[in-house]
């Protein structure tokens, strides 16, 4: 289990991000209203384990980083949950190393895909295909891992500044498809262009961070794209914030630039705080609902609450009603509240369950 020390988060928010904020967002918080049993989490009701995460080879445990393979190939199968842990198995935050695939149905096995140095710390993970990318962030690189296992490219030939985040971003309102990494030390946003060879755009920086050691730290992280609306949505913890960056593909290195409490840089038009403050809890992870509403989870007491594009709370779920610090990584599937499907990592059990009818 991961610890945040919750104290921090609560005090950073109340300094960060307010009078500043508001003169440029409005009222935060205190203009959304919350129902509880709204929303498409609403008619959720069951929770069953899919399966354990520690990886069957070497015992990593604490699940980070959980995508759903959008396509198959070597070990991974379409529909795959694709998991990565954060500890080793002597549960030391921040030395996992390892993969490990679970299919999609309660009573799975944990397969082993990858166990590599590259991976140390891996906080969170991205496809856009059937290959995954990792944000690790001991190694401080962000990998290009096989669908059979052995890491094809380290992508260490940036100047990363602690792997946090990871999302691919493709769509029709999208110019160019392309990763998006986030970073715990400067609290940055970077861009890794589908170039040969790579490269990269440092679009924002400057997002509150907490400068917390492994097991508890705080920053730009849940990173959750929308195609049809074009927006790149980041949770940052450090000030119980939803972020909203629209049409990422057209911000350039330097874009918006995060200082003293104000947005600002030539493209700080593109950044709007969509909700801060209570209740988000030190959140860390989202995931987007069939009807674009985001799911968003605290790690401060493991409840997810849904937001709608505008920021208005429609819907809250208790996920884990043990101790705080288990809720990390969220994936979504479904078309319809019937078939969804809201997958999530929990600490507390090393374990991947998922929320459904």
């Not at 020390?5 to 959304?32: C, T």
């Not at 069957?56 to 998991?83: C, K, M, R």
């Not at 149905?105 to 082993?112: E, I, L, N, Q």
Request: with cysteine.
């Amino acid at each position: 289990m991961r610890q945040i020390n919750v104290l921090v988060a609560l005090a950073l928010a109340a300094s960060i991000f307010s009078p500043a904020y508001a003169a440029q967002h409005g009222p935060a918080g205190a203009v959304v209203t919350t129902t509880g049993n709204g929303g498409v989490i609403g008619s959720l009701k069951t929770i069953a384990t899919i399966g354990s995460t520690i990886d069957p080879l070497n015992g990593d445990q604490n699940p980070y980083g959980l995508t759903i393979a959008p396509a198959g190939g070597g070990s991974i199968n379409q529909g795959d949950l694709v998991v990565c842990n954060f500890n080793d198995k002597a549960n030391i935050q921040g030395l996992g190393r390892t993969i490990v695939l679970l299919a999609p149905t309660p009573g799975s096995s944990p397969r082993h895909l990858s166990n590599d140095p590259h991976l140390t710390g891996c906080a969170a993970i991205a496809m856009g295909g059937s290959s995954p990318w990792v944000a690790a962030l001991d190694a401080n690189d962000n990998p290009i891992v096989s669908p059979s296992g052995p890491v094809v490219d380290p992508i260490n030939n940036f100047g990363w500044t602690g792997p946090w985040g990871q999302v691919f971003v493709s769509g029709p309102k999208s110019p160019a498809a392309a990763f998006y990494e986030s970073n715990t030390n400067d609290g940055s946003i970077v861009r890794i262009n589908l170039n040969s060879p790579f490269t990269f755009d440092k679009i924002a920086t400057g997002f509150p961070v907490n400068h917390g050691v492994p097991g508890g730290i705080l920053a730009p992280s849940g990173l959750t794209y929308d195609p049809k609306l074009d927006i790149l949505y980041v949770v940052d913890g450090a000030v119980n914030a939803l972020i909203t960056i629209s049409n990422p593909a057209t911000i350039p290195n330097g874009g918006i630039v995060v200082k003293n409490g104000y947005i600002g840089g030539p493209f700080a038009s593109r950044a709007k705080i969509l909700f801060t403050g209570a209740p988000l809890n030190a959140p860390i992870s989202a995931a987007l609902l069939f009807n674009g509403d985001v799911v968003v989870g605290n790690t401060g007491n493991n409840v997810l609450y849904e937001f709608t594009p505008a920021g208005k709370i429609v819907g809250s779920k208790v996920l884990d009603t043990g101790v705080a610090g288990a809720l990390f990584g969220i994936a979504a599937s479904g078309t319809s509240p019937a078939t969804t499907r809201i997958y999530f990592n929990d600490d507390n059990s090393n374990t991947v369950k998922v929320l459904s009818q």
